[in-house]
């Protein structure tokens, strides 16, 4: 069993920021288990928190940036991606500005004040996220593409090619069991010389520098460019050189150092899913936006996996109430009965089963070309389980029926097709007081809720008993 860790001394580290140009103190803390990673801001009276995590994501423009009631800390993806090369678990990192220090563009110094302080273990088992299903990011406009498979590991593979002559077509790969420091931790981000001005006019980069990114060139520089980065990197311009494709004659690390960058880019940023993870992604072309909104994507199949409000449904299982027993609690026949078995009844709740087919009548008459239920149906398909939730402890259930007298907040998320099978629960909100009783209902297809409502019922005996 793997422990939680943090680190045993504190470590201060300062430089500039890539974009804002302001000098920035930053010191790592080390925090206890279950803390996470928590970025506070020692300028700002109060001394605010942001947990790093996906949801506090507010801008991931050139980089990943939390935002929480109005308080930004920008550039944190090098720093959160030393973190998990580490295997860091909890650190509180303070700072006295906006932006986390470029240094020299990659994570080095931050692996290596680690190192030199050492990782402490601490007393509680660290929780790993395991994916249940394959998880598909994709932005054709812009060729991205990030796959997320279940497994027993953690391992990426990186795809680039931005279609340059001075680039070209890389990949590179990373594998838990790796050596982070040696594989990862030098590789500086990279631009392309056309985006500078771009940036520059964008307010952005004003911390940057020749010495703390790659930056490839893929034409030919006249006197008059080589003038303008002398200015704008405050550099001699007999120091200005293009060797190899990148300004400056700046040895690359490894062949593929862009890949690689891109890589640990992308595991900085998947790390604000709040927690480690198993599995294997593939990613191609990917940025700081397309690696947010695909750690949404995690966040959220995590949270519909593990949230007990979302029942689970086994075809295996016997149900509680079969066919013939619904039919005995419930007058309603086919076509109109929207209930097929009930699979698990609670003491203030009941989760039913239905299995939506092709043949169903509705399907005739409403979009017979592109079928989906109507939604008053799936608002009856929980009216009907609520009804067997309301009779299942009247001692003679059949001399009783239950009558909807309100339905509100009614919403569908997404259409009902055939093939679907609808989970079906509903929760006792109010409970019966005199002939009245409340309800909550939501329909779900998997994990995903397609419908819910809030409903009165009320009991009322039939008039021919």
């Given amino acids: 069993m793997e422990k939680q860790t943090t680190i045993k001394n504190n470590i201060k580290i300062s430089g500039r920021g890539l974009h804002t140009g302001q000098v920035v103190n930053v010191q790592l803390l080390p925090s ?12 700002i009276e109060g001394v605010p928190e942001i947990p790093a995590l996906v949801s506090y994501v507010g801008d991931t423009s050139r980089g990943t940036t939390l935002c929480k009631n109005g308080v930004r800390i920008a550039t944190i993806e090098h720093l959160l991606s030393a973190l998990v090369g580490l ?51 994709t932005d054709a406009q812009n060729g991205i593409e990030i796959i997320g498979i279940p497994a027993d590991d953690f391992k990426v593979t990186t795809y680039i090619n931005y279609k340059t002559k001075v680039l070209g077509e890389q990949t590179a790969r990373y594998s838990e069991t790796d050596d982070y420091e040696t594989e990862l931790s030098k590789c500086r981000t990279f631009v392309f010389l056309h985006e500078i001005e771009f940036l520059q006019k964008a307010n952005l980069i004003k911390g940057g520098d020749v010495d703390n990114a790659l930056i490839f060139v893929n034409k ?9 980065l002398a200015t704008l990197f405050n550099k001699d ?41 198993k599995g294997h992604f593939f990613t191609s072309c990917p940025g700081h936006k397309s690696n947010v909104e695909f750690a949404k994507l995690i966040k959220n199949h995590v949270d519909m996996s593990t949230n007990p409000k979302v029942p689970v449904y086994d075809p295996n299982q016997t149900p509680v109430y079969d066919i013939n027993a619904i039919k005995g609690l419930l ?24 299995n939506v087919t092709g043949n169903e009548a509705y399907f005739q008459g409403h979009f017979p070309e592109q079928p989906v239920m109507p939604g008053v149906l799936q608002v009856e398909a929980m009216a009907q389980t609520g009804g067997i939730l309301v009779l299942k402890d009247v001692p003679d259930p059949e001399n009783y029926s239950t009558y909807f007298a309100k339905i509100d907040n009614v919403k569908f998320k997404r259409p009902v097709v055939p093939g679907d099978t609808l ?42 008993n």
């Avoid at 206890?32 to 300028?43: M, P």
């Avoid at 030919?220 to 303008?228: A, G, T, V």
């Avoid at 076509?335 to 989760?351: A, N, Q, R």
């Avoid at 006792?428 to 779900?444: I, K, N, Q, S």
Wanted: charged share 30%; net charge negative.
């Fill in 32 to 43: 206890a288990a279950d803390t996470g990673v928590v970025f506070r801001r020692t300028d």
């Fill in 87 to 137: 295997n860091v678990d909890n650190l509180i990192v303070e700072l006295d500005g906006e932006e986390i220090p470029i240094l020299d563009g990659s994570p080095r110094y931050w692996v290596e004040e680690i190192k030199k302080v050492g990782i402490a273990e601490l007393d509680k088992e660290r929780k790993y996220i395991t994916l249940k299903e394959n998880i598909t990011y």
């Fill in 220 to 228: 030919e520089l006249s006197e008059d460019d080589l003038n303008r």
């Fill in 237 to 277: 311009i007999a120091k200005l050189d293009v060797h190899e494709g990148i300004l400056n004659n700046v040895q690359k690390h490894f062949d593929n150092e862009p890949a690689r960058h891109k890589l640990l880019d992308f595991i900085g940023d998947l790390s604000l899913i709040g927690g480690r993870i």
């Fill in 331 to 354: 007058p309603h026949r086919y076509p109109f009965l929207m209930i097929d078995k009930i699979i698990e009844v609670g003491d203030d709740y009941i989760v039913g089963i239905k």
């Fill in 423 to 464: 989970v079906i629960k509903l929760r006792v909100t109010a409970p019966l007081r005199r002939t009245f009783v409340e309800m909550d209902g939501e329909v779900y297809v998997g994990n995903t809720l397609v419908s819910s409502a809030s409903m009165m019922a009320q009991v009322i005996k039939n008039k021919n």
